[in-house]
């Protein structure tokens, strides 16, 4: 079992939904939530960073983080076409996983006008 | 800002042959990291080094993997021989890590080097 689950979808939804990307893991160990958002033949750049539990919110975006359910989410809000692109879940925490992160998958979206 | 430069963008060459993957980090990271993108298994780290240091090499999968750091500014990733089961995308990022963690900089990846072995 990996120690961080993605559903690597793909995800399809129409202009000005709202949409849900999630992830599960494992280590109870890890502190620090990352999302990276990585377009077609790119690299992976972070979209989003939040340490332990509950919510951040960056314009469209919200960052959910519950770590009793060892659970994290994504949200956008008001999609967008440019918002089609791969969405990877990665964590860190103290100790021996201090410095390295660990990846989701990638959810692969598309918004369609 | 320049970001992570990595080089080539494209290699494609025959199974057996030595492939050199090059690597510059942001100027004053000192972490960086080399990972691996297949769609079969994700994004997976093959090693890291913490001021040119190699501190976990337990993801590169075998012996025909070497990675070097000679200096803060450059990183290479060999594969000798390489095999068509090398086939991806190979990316590396840098940070700069603290022990503070509202100080902690995420990682920046560059744009990979998209490997093909015959």
């Known amino acids: 079992q990996k120690e961080v689950e993605q559903d690597p979808g793909p995800l399809s939804v129409p202009e000005g939904a709202i949409v849900s990307l999630n992830c599960t893991y494992s280590?109870?160990?890890?502190?620090?939530f990352m999302w990276y958002r990585q377009y077609s033949r790119k690299g992976p750049e972070l979209l989003m960073y939040t340490y332990s539990s509950g919510n951040k919110e960056d314009g469209r975006f919200t960052a959910q983080v519950d770590k009793s359910s060892k659970y994290i989410s994504l949200f956008i809000r008001d999609s967008q076409p440019s918002d089609s692109a791969t969405y990877l879940c990665a964590m860190s925490g103290r100790g021996s996983t201090l410095g390295r992160l660990y990846f989701g998958r990638g959810t692969q979206l598309t918004v369609w006008p | 800002d320049a970001g992570v430069i990595q080089s080539p963008r494209h290699e494609v060459t025959e199974m057996g042959q030595e492939v050199t993957l090059r690597c510059k980090p942001i100027s004053g990271h000192n972490s960086l990291f080399w990972y691996r993108q297949t769609m079969m298994r994700g994004l997976e780290l093959l090693i890291y080094f913490n001021n040119n240091v190699p501190i976990d090499d337990s993801g590169m999968p075998e012996d025909r993997f070497s990675a070097k750091m000679p200096n803060a500014s450059f990183s290479t990733l060999k594969i000798q021989p390489s095999e068509p089961r090398d086939s991806a995308v190979y990316f590396c990022?840098?940070?700069?890590?603290?022990?503070?963690?509202?100080?902690?900089?995420?990682?920046?990846f560059g744009d990979g080097t998209r490997l093909s072995i015959l």
């Open positions: 990022a840098s940070a700069l890590r603290t022990e503070v963690w509202d100080r902690r900089q995420p990682q920046h």
């Open positions: 280590n109870s160990a890890f502190q620090y």
